[in-house]
């Protein structure tokens, strides 16, 4: 190798050693800067746990800048109308080529649509998606869908399905990003350790501590790993939550914005 293409290469390393050490250093200030919710998630034992994306502040994937991948704070846009969320997320099921999957659920929200994608074949929860109200795009959703789906999730579905999810991407149950304990099976055919009834006592918990007065529903939607559920205050549907299916975690929605309606 000779001198010149040597001291390249070094140079090449320093600056990608320094690029890692100052994207390390960024997302521990933003972290600390927002305090612990933004790391963190509930769990079952009102005790913190690890989520990196959780918080009921700016998610680290936008802020409150409102966008495609956040949906925050989307002020002064037009609701999407349920035919237009219902549209664009067949769009996104006939690009995954998939027959076993159909829309169940879709809920209007001022900052965007939400939509529970289930297997026709097992009646179990597949996947979440959200629709942008200005693109009128479906996208998977962050959070749990994401980082405990262990069936569907990744940031990618088209490339991740069938493949472990986020699981697998980030390297198992150590993953960085999934915020799931050593009890976690890779297997998705796993039983849930937590069960329905469980989710929704997790759930009433920490909305007692956090938020008083509401009310979690009684009818979780069971996912490969988690349930999701809304609740309610004064007979209104106010938010959503996430409880882990293994360790009871729970992880609350913070980018819809205010409920419009929803249909099955």
């Not at 998977?140 to 697998?168: A, D, S, V």
């Amino acid at each position: 190798m000779n001198k010149t293409l040597s001291t390249t290469l070094t140079v090449l390393a320093v600056l990608a050693l320094a690029g890692g050490i100052f994207f390390a250093g960024s997302m521990y200030a933003r972290a600390n800067a927002f305090g612990p919710s933004m790391m963190y998630g509930w769990n079952n034992k009102d005790t913190y746990g690890p989520s990196m994306m959780n918080g009921r502040g700016p998610s680290m994937m936008g802020g409150n800048g409102g966008n495609m991948m956040n949906g925050y704070n989307n002020t002064n846009l037009t609701p999407l109308t349920v035919d237009q969320a219902k549209a664009a997320a067949e769009k996104y099921l006939a690009n995954l080529n998939n027959s076993d999957l159909h829309i169940a659920e879709v809920m209007i929200f001022d900052n965007n649509a939400y939509v529970v994608v289930k297997e026709i074949s097992t009646g179990n929860g597949a996947f979440e998606l959200l629709v942008d109200p200005t693109s009128q795009i479906a996208y998977p959703e962050h959070g749990p869908n994401m980082m405990w789906n262990l069936k569907y999730g990744g940031l990618n579905h088209e490339n991740m399905m069938g493949n472990g999810g986020m699981m697998g991407m980030m390297g198992g149950n150590n993953g960085m990003m999934n915020g799931w304990d050593s009890t976690t099976p890779l297997d998705v055919t796993s039983e849930l350790t937590v069960t329905p009834e469980q989710a929704i006592e997790y759930a009433q918990k920490y909305l007692d501590a956090n938020n008083s007065g509401a009310i979690a529903a009684s009818d979780p939607i069971r996912f490969y790993g988690y349930y999701t559920l809304d609740f309610e205050k004064d007979g209104k549907i106010i938010g959503m939550l996430s409880v882990n299916g293994y360790s009871g975690q729970v992880f609350l929605h913070t980018w819809h914005g205010n409920f419009i309606e929803e249909t099955k």
